[in-house]
Each structure stands twice: as structure tokens, then as C-alpha cells.
T-cell receptor, first 111, second 115 residues
């Protein structure tokens, strides 16, 4: 799996959009970008994944650059409950190997 | 069940004691993973089961760690002769397919404190 780089921490005002960047310059053509988040005292929670097209679901939007070397997870209207550690992971979709987590970005949403 | 269930939620052990941590995956899920998470770190892979078969145990830190899933559903992670460095949150995850190919569903973990 390709390695990812994320900022260790970010702040966001409640109600504003939170934009979390991830660099994955060594991503391969068959590797997807996955995002998970971990709220304090809980296990990680799947958010979204994508290959090259932008994706949106009820939780977030994922914007992947044309060269696929970086991506941004967007929480359009951050709430206090979005305070969590966000992990960006790249892997082949049908890779049956384990999911490898980095250290993620700690997002603090403030009132 | 509605989600992955882990028990106990908290466990305090004296150094040298044996502990057993239980994971009830989502019914019908083929794959089951155990992760260890130290304070302030991301989850670290321990071991992976596909049904009852343990296909990968490369992350188990020592032979004091043992995991099983005898009937392809409930799994138990056992740690023998616990040490202080074993203190961590132990997370279990399951997925409907093989491996981590799609999304994993995680439990809330067992927080183990070894005194």
C-alpha cells in the first residue's frame, strides 16, 4: 500500500467546512483512497473511499486531484461531534491484506 | 447484532496475569481483524481471520499473544503473562468480504491496563 502524509492537527469553527488534506504521491493505478475517523473512546469508523472521481455521501465529500497524488476530505458543515482523528489510507480495493493506519490528523472543531 | 461487540470494555490486570478479550463480529462477516492501539497512536495490526482460518498473525508482538476463532464467528485474543507494555486498547473489526478490501466495522475496543 502506498504511504500517506497528513498534517498532525487542524482546527475548524463549528458550522464551517473542514478540509483535511492527504498526500499520496506514490499511489498506484489500482489503489483507492479510503478515509476513516476515530472519535475519542470509539473504534475507527469508515467515512468514504474513491479511485479518481470525486465522491460524496451523507458524511463527507472526497476530492481527488487529477494526478491522484493528493486528496481532500471535506466535512461541509463541521459540528462539535466531528472532533476526531481522521485517517487517510490508500490500498487496492481487492487487496485482502490488512488495513494499515498511520497517525492521522486530529481535527478539533470549536464553538 | 447491530455492530461489533467487544468485552470487557475495561480490564485491569496485574503483571503476570493471563487475560482473554472477546470479540463478537457482525453476524455473517467473513473477515475478522485484531488491532492494538497505544495511547496517541494509530491502530496497529495484530492478526487476521478469514472464517476460522488465521491467515495472518504477523503483527502479534510475541508468543504470549494468541488468537482464535474456532467456529468462524466469535474470536478471543489471549495474552499470557501480561507485561506493562501490553497496556493498550485492543480493537476488533469485521468485514463481510475477504480481507480489508471494503470497509471495516470496528468495535469500541477493550482498554487493557497492566499494573
Amino acid at each position: 500500500d502506498a504511504k500517506t502524509t497528513q498534517p498532525p492537527s487542524m482546527d475548524c469553527a463549528e458550522g464551517r467546512a473542514a478540509n483535511l488534506p492527504c498526500n499520496h504521491s506514490t499511489i498506484s493505478g489500482n489503489e483507492y483512497v479510503y478515509w476513516y475517523r476515530q472519535i475519542h473512546s470509539q473504534g475507527p469508523q469508515y467515512i468514504i473511499h474513491g479511485l479518481k472521481n470525486n465522491e460524496t455521501n451523507e458524511m463527507a465529500s472526497l476530492i481527488i486531484t487529477e494526478d491522484r497524488k493528493s486528496s481532500t476530505l471535506i466535512l461541509p458543515h463541521a459540528t462539535l461531534r466531528d472532533t476526531a482523528v481522521y485517517y487517510c489510507i490508500v490500498r487496492a480495493k481487492y487487496n485482502t491484506d490488512k488495513l494499515i493506519f498511520g497517525t492521522g490528523t486530529r481535527l478539533q472543531v470549536f464553538p | 447484532g447491530a455492530g461489533v461487540s467487544q468485552s470487557p470494555r475495561y480490564k485491569v490486570a496485574k503483571r503476570g496475569q493471563d487475560v482473554a478479550l472477546r470479540c463478537d463480529p457482525i453476524s455473517g462477516h467473513v473477515s475478522l481483524f485484531w488491532y492494538q492501539q497505544a495511547l496517541g497512536q494509530g491502530p496497529e495490526f495484530l492478526t487476521y481471520f478469514q472464517n476460522e482460518a488465521q491467515l495472518d498473525k504477523s503483527g502479534l508482538p510475541s508468543d504470549r499473544f494468541f488468537a482464535e476463532r474456532p467456529e468462524g464467528s466469535v474470536s478471543t485474543l489471549k495474552i499470557q503473562r501480561t507485561q506493562q507494555e501490553d497496556s493498550a486498547v485492543y480493537l476488533c473489526a469485521s468485514s463481510p468480504g475477504e480481507g480489508g478490501s471494503e470497509k471495516l466495522f470496528f468495535g469500541s475496543g477493550t482498554q487493557l491496563s497492566v499494573l
